[in-house]
């Protein structure tokens, strides 16, 4: 037998706002030429609140979401913005016009969810107010007729009315879960007394929506609170040197518009070593499974060192600040003697693995030449396990530095630091520069490995590679006092959403009178917000517990049927 | 026996599960035009007793009530139709989730983690956890006019995962090895094979809707009157709908707490949020849509077939055609 289908199933939709039984937005229809400015005023907070509006506007959240990861965003990847405006320049404008590179700072995505929260707080206050006065109340009043219920029982009982609803009343109350009250209708004309119990259970659905709903509030409050709040600090540090926390001390900064420098708890951290671990099987030939990151906390005013790790997924926490290990790669030990055989430069020059391989892009400026000499600017990969191709090309096939080798170009006139504008150090401004070639007019190449000096072509001068390449780690610095109440509300509403669906609201009531003959008849009641499967299963509970019940008699005329299971 | 030969082994037992499916899918087809062709036999016999209980249904139905429906048709106790094809159809689909069970365990053991951590694991998970919901709720109440669906789609997600996203059984790199890959992972493919059954049960019921509107097409198709009134598909829907809300609702909060700790930000925009967070809203307005004055109903059930289809979206096409901090597929 087909166990879904079941008797008298009221088309009634059980969502998270069943309780709703009259819609604001809906009863009454608009008066258009009459209304004067409040008027209109009610009427627009009225329909803004409606469930109507609320579910447009949840329909607009949606679609407008998605453009985001379809087109690059400025938040996510500035750099892929600069690219798509690159390749599409009339397009480009106009979607950058309408904000659609940062689609979720962009006023029309604000205004659709900021909107959205002002209906749920309209919608959500008033019953907020209701529900305080429904959880003081009592059950509703036993109504007179039964039939119209979903859910229902009936038999004889040799116990008297009095009995059958003390034992359905005490039954109801031992389970804790209902709210139930005794009564009695007098007699009256023919009609003996009626006995009634009026049982409700399930105030914790209304509560667990409103407390759902109430901490997304929350959330959207503690989220914009974090963006006002929080800093972020990127630095770059190689082994054996370290950072402080302060702002002149990171690559990037970016700051809430309430960030206060006091908030920077000012700690050094120095990186004392780094590893990393490749997979060497065939199958997932050198994937990373491993990076580690050993560093020395220095407290704030000297005091007491610690050593700790960071791994990925594993942060280290100092003072409320999380300190995330977001990247690393090799930063080689270069010197530079120019051609009076002066130290140019000296010093570590961090590469970007630009593969799995770590073949890593770097840029190696050389200003500080002797006078009269022209600048010189190297650019080229390190390659940690280099192999060279029979047609010269290098590339690296394996991320861990077995055979390290920097590959460079050379450049030589002004590298344009002078001109006072802020540079990419790791991008060579080869505007005012000449590539130097060989005598066979290819570009000339510098191929060194580690613990070797080659000289540059055109005597340039020489360069000399460290024997150790120090590696580095970009270290992410984030401090937001959010966070706790951001988790908080967001375990509230899931809570709170949980309770809402799975608690069933339920109304149980009893009648029961002595009939002229002898006996007592006994007719019980099941209602539930929305469909309840349980429902019969919870009237029939109730029957169970009428004491002194005579065996059914064969009854082809009762139009209702106990629930099939 | 090596950990690759295991992962073969694996294989080979997902390759089992998709045949058992497969044969249920037929078996499951087969029991419903069966069922129509009972239906035709005894429908004369039944009028009478239909139309009582379309007297009963009229009362409480309320705006189904207004067009007579043939639903009361089809609750009438079945008593021995032949059901064969529904015997073979169960055990075949209780065969194939076992397989697959044992299959994913063995994946496990194969790769030494988790066995959901790229797509093809994914669907794997995915399959099993939409073919066990349904034999859950078969326990329950008797729901075995979705076995076809839910067979049919499991098996097509088997063949995709197979043929399209099949990568051999290896271990993870580091920002997946956090417990969040068997929580956060694990609840979102949960909730997915949740959905799963759901929205047959949707489309089931907006197909139906349509057949007793009077729609054309739909009119050869009887095996349709044997599958519950709308408006039970509607509430099986719901129920199933909600476990899968909460449950994503889980998976994007657990989302965020691991991309806190792996990313340093717990909510990024990265293509895979921006679609889950999509799917939320979509399944939202679902849910708020079931008790909005005409739009629950039929309205309410597109939201599924929307909701779902971002559910699909998010699993394939984000991890293929979006380059995120999501694309685990494993394949380049």
């Known amino acids: ?565 | 026996m090596t950990l690759a030969q295991l992962g073969e082994v694996s294989t080979t037992l997902v390759w089992g599960a998709l045949a058992s499916l497969t044969i249920a899918l037929v078996a499951f087809a087969v029991d419903l035009a069966r069922r129509t062709d009972v239906r035709a036999e005894h429908r004369s016999k039944a009028v009478s007793t239909a139309a009582q209980r379309e007297l009963v249904g009229a009362v409480t139905a309320g705006a189904s009530a207004a067009t007579p429906t043939p639903s009361a048709v089809a609750e009438p106790v079945e008593t021995t139709p032949r059901r064969r094809a529904a015997g073979i159809a169960m055990s075949t689909t209780t065969l194939g989730a076992f397989l697959l069970l044992v299959g994913i365990v063995t994946r496990g053991i194969a790769a030494g983690r988790t066995p959901w951590a790229n797509m093809y694991e994914f669907t794997l998970v995915g399959s099993f956890v939409a073919v066990t919901v349904f034999l859950i709720v078969n326990r329950l109440r008797d729901v075995q006019f979705l076995g076809a669906f839910v067979t049919g789609l499991a098996a097509v997600f088997l063949t995709m995962g197979l043929n399209v996203f099949y990568i051999a059984a290896m271990g993870v790199q580091p920002a997946l090895q956090s417990y969040w890959l068997v929580l956060h992972v694990g609840v979102a493919i949960t909730a997915a094979g949740v959905f799963t059954v759901a929205f047959t049960a949707s489309v089931l019921q907006l197909l139906r809707t349509a057949r007793d509107a009077g729609s054309g097409w739909l009119g050869t198709w009887h095996w349709l009157d044997r599958v519950p009134a709308p408006a039970n598909l509607e509430a099986l829907s719901f129920r199933l709908n909600a476990v899968g809300f909460v449950l994503w609702t889980f998976t994007i909060i657990g989302g965020s707490i691991w991309a806190e700790h792996a990313w340093g930000r717990y909510w990024g925009w990265d293509p895979k949020e921006v679609w889950s967070f999509v799917i939320w809203v979509v399944y939202a307005g679902y849910l708020h849509a079931r008790t909005t004055r005409g739009w629950s109903g039929t309205r309410a059930a597109w939201f599924v077939v929307v909701g779902f289809a971002c559910v699909i979206w998010n699993f394939t096409g984000v991890n293929l055609v979006f380059n995120g901090k999501h694309s685990y597929s494993g394949l380049n």
């Open chain 1, 1 to 565: 037998m087909s166990g879904l289908t079941r008797k008298n199933t009221r088309y009634a939709p059980a969502g998270i706002d069943d309780a709703m039984t009259s819609d604001p937005g809906e009863a009454p229809e608009p008066q258009l030429p009459t209304l004067g400015a409040r008027g209109w005023a009610r009427w627009t907070w009225r329909q803004l609140t409606s469930m109507r509006v609320a579910l447009l506007l949840l329909m607009l959240l949606a679609v407008a979401a998605v453009p985001g990861s379809v087109l690059p965003q400025r938040g996510q990847d500035p750099a892929k913005v600069l690219t798509y405006l690159g390749e599409h320049p009339t397009s480009g404008k106009w979607l950058d016009r309408l904000g659609l590179f940062g689609v979720y700072t962009s006023p029309w995505f604000s205004a659709i969810y900021l909107l959205l929260f002002v209906s749920l707080i309209g919608c959500i206050l008033p019953r907020v107010a209701a529900h305080l006065r429904n959880l003081r109340g009592r059950p509703p009043r036993t109504p007179s007729r039964f039939a119209r219920f979903p859910a229902l029982a009936s038999g004889t009982s040799t116990a008297s009315p009095d009995d059958v609803a003390d034992a359905v009343a005490a039954a109801l109350r031992r389970r804790r879960l209902f709210r139930v009250d005794v009564g009695a209708e007098p007699a009256k004309d023919a009609r003996p007394e009626i006995r009634t119990v009026a049982a409700e259970r399930g105030y914790l659905r209304e509560t667990g929506n409103l407390v759902f709903h109430i901490a997304l509030v929350g959330l959207l409050i503690s989220v914009a609170s974090g963006q006002l709040l929080h800093y972020r600090g990127q630095a770059l540090v190689t082994q054996g040197r370290g950072f402080a926390n302060a702002v002149v001390d990171y690559d990037t900064f970016d700051k809430g518009a309430w960030f206060r420098p006091e908030s920077l708890s000012p700690f050094s951290l120095t990186l004392d070593d780094f590893s990393s671990e490749f997979a060497t099987d065939a199958v997932a030939f050198a994937q990373s499974r491993d990076f580690t990151a050993s560093v020395t906390v220095t407290p704030a005013g000297g005091g007491t060192t610690s050593q700790h790790t960071i791994k990925v997924n594993h942060p280290l926490e100092i003072d409320g600040a999380k300190i995330y290990l977001q990247g690393n790669g090799f930063a080689p030990e270069v010197t530079v003697k120019d051609a009076d055989g002066q130290v140019a430069f000296a010093g570590r020059v961090p590469f970007i693995p630009e593969d799995t391989m770590y073949t890593s892009r770097g840029v190696i400026k050389v200003p500080d030449v002797s006078a009269g000499l022209e600048q010189i600017g190297l650019t080229g990969y390190f390659l940690p396990t280099a192999q060279i191709d029979d047609d010269g090309s290098a590339r690296s096939v394996f991320p861990q530095p077995t055979n390290p080798m920097l590959v460079l170009q050379v450049w030589t006139g002004d590298l344009g630091l002078d001109d006072g504008v802020p540079q990419n150090v790791y991008q060579l401004d080869t505007a005012n520069m000449t590539a130097v070639t060989g005598d066979d007019g290819v570009r000339a190449q510098v191929i060194v490995k580690p613990g070797e000096t080659v000289d540059l072509p055109d005597g340039l001068g020489t360069l000399t590679l460290g024997a150790d390449v120090p590696r580095y780690v970009a270290l992410d610095l984030r401090y937001d006092p959010s966070l706790a109440w951001v988790l908080t509300f967001a375990l509230l509403a899931l809570a709170g959403l949980g309770v809402s669906l799975f608690t069933p609201r339920r109304r149980v009531w009893l009648r029961t009178w002595a009939l002229p003959d002898g006996g007592t008849h006994v007719e019980l009641a099941g209602l539930a917000r929305g469909d309840d499967t349980g429902l019969q299963g919870e009237v029939d509970r109730a029957f169970a517990a009428v004491p002194g019940l005579r065996p059914p008699p064969d009854d082809d005329a009762d139009n209702y049927q106990e629930d099939p299971r």
